[in-house]
């Protein structure tokens, strides 16, 4: 963990008002952090965890899984399968630049992070787009018994393929290359920006406990080579607030993540009178953040979670031919070696309970349902 002081005091402020943020604080741009695109792999090592807690579907997947396992004498490895969000990098772009300069009137800086995946920013670069982006993407990097998301911002666009090369050599194998020296490269990028992404949430689903003993070893090893940690637009604002808190006590500066995978733009922003990335990139490490909550993070977060789940689940009838449905956005690695998209190897959408479950999320993240969830959650007496 850093040494007191050895960090500048962190100037941070959030606000939950656009209005007041811009009253209070002049700014030229507004900066769009933790984007993801169709190039990022999502692993669905999470659905045994989240299907069980789904009416109905619980009971359905749970005879599925038995049945599958007596079929062929294991169960179902789901973390050799991944979905893709359905959405293009220009696509992001374009929605997170139209939020910024149509509802904030500032100029808009967007920086993509597909998992451990840099072509949505590679793609941008080539395009004549009125802002660029950088290239970045969301390092996954193991760490004991899981894992942590480091968010690495504005790789040099010259040598950004040999840099994410080095670092997907880790993620895939830790004992190819020293962390520490991968971090310390990274902090020799002028204008790179290294986020410790989502810092409190348990993604690996190893239990709270363990997961922050892991965070606690991991700062204390490797702290020194972050520059920020994370005001997630997709986590509780009781975890940001302690994600906040723990921040102030190691002097790390927050930067927001609005994390977003659907079509929604990113609930959480930074403002900043840098008129360029890398000038943005010096604020936040001289200790610099000013953070802007949009008004739909205060929406129920289980409503705006089903919103994007229903969106990555919808049909696109304007997408290209493979990107159309969600089964050509879903991915399984064979035991030959192959891989296929579920379209392929599922005839009529798939299983029942498959098709029970797609249509309820679909159902449960409409608009037109959000009234009702909300009063739904209320009298449950649901609080995020």
Known sequence: MPKPFSRPRTLLQVVKSYDEA??????????????????????????PHYAAQIPVVARLFQREMKRYEMRVGKPIDFASAWWTPPVSAREVWETETKQIEERLHLRGLVSITDHDEIEAGA???????????????EWTVPYDIGYFHLG??????????????????????????????LLVMLNQLPGGLVVLNHPLWDIEMIGTERHNAALKNFLHEYGEWLHAFEVNGFRSWRENDAVMKMANELRFPVVSGGDRHGCQPNTTLNLTRAETFPEFVDEVRAGHSKILVMPEYNEELIARTLEAAAEILREYPSHPIEQQV??????ARLESGETKSLSNLWQRGGPVWVRTAVWMMCLLGSRRLRPAL???????????
């Open 152 to 181: 690495v911002h504005n790789l040099p666009r010259e040598r950004a393929a040999e840099y994410a090369e080095l670092l997907l050599s880790y993620t895939c194998n830790p004992m190819t290359y020293e962390l520490k020296d």
């Open 22 to 47: 811009l009253f209070l604080w002049p700014a030229r741009t507004a900066i769009s952090l933790h984007c993801h695109t169709h190039h990022s792999k999502e692993i669905l090592d999470f659905i």
């Open 374 to 384: 909300r009063l739904a959650l209320s009298s449950e007496g649901v609080t995020l």
């Open 326 to 331: 969600w089964t050509d956005r879903v991915f």
């Open 123 to 137: 793609r941008l670069q080539v395009l004549e787009l009125k802002t660029p982006a950088p290239i970045s993407l």
